[in-house]
């Protein structure tokens, strides 16, 4: 429950910091990512919790840098790195923990719809999650194990500067919906 409580507090958050920089949107360019360009990206949300069955009260945090390479058609591909890591309490007395820590190669579509500091983008993701588990029942199981991990996501940034905006992503990646923030490096 708290956990639900701060992520609707962060999208409260961003959903106010964006309807109060309409006045800098004289400023954002119209196509924010394009080849060449490189993006740093944080956020926290909902966590994916891989290779269990307990899924109860899953938080995640990732931090994504993505370098657009290849102009296609009407959009940008681009290719990047995410870590991150989810962590999730299960259990009828709380008695499971489990977390992943995530280190993943990604790429990505990128589309702006002719949206003026507006970027979609879907893609895909695979790495390597390192887990470890803990039960405390009749007896304690304490686990660690190296799992593959293969993801899929769907996003937007909306740029109010420049070079920051805010960020959403959804899908089953590190995080299966997130909110954040993005900074254009370059």
């Not at 949300?45 to 102009?71: C, I, M, P, R």
């Amino acid at each position: 429950m708290k956990t639900q409580k701060t992520i609707s507090a962060i999208f409260f958050g961003l959903a106010i910091a964006l309807s109060a920089s309409i006045s800098a949107q004289s400023s954002v360019p119209e196509i924010p990512f394009e080849k060449g360009s490189v993006t740093f990206s944080a956020g926290v949300g909902v966590g994916t919790d891989y290779n269990t069955n307990y899924s109860y009260s899953a938080f995640g945090t990732k931090a994504v840098v993505e370098v657009g390479l290849w102009q296609a058609g009407p959009g940008t591909i681009s290719l990047g790195g995410q870590v991150g890591a989810s962590f999730s309490n299960a259990g009828k007395y709380n008695n499971y923990k489990s977390s992943t820590f995530i280190v993943a190669g990604r790429s990505a579509f990128h589309y702006g719809w002719n949206v003026k500091g507006l970027d979609t983008y879907a893609g895909l993701s695979a790495g390597a999650g390192f887990n470890n588990y803990k039960y405390t029942g009749n007896e304690i199981v304490n686990e660690s194990e190296v799992v593959p991990v293969f993801g899929g996501f769907v996003g937007a940034s909306y740029f109010i500067t420049p070079n920051f905006g805010f960020n959403v992503e959804a899908g089953r990646d590190i995080t299966s919906i997130q909110a954040g923030i993005i900074f254009k490096i370059k």
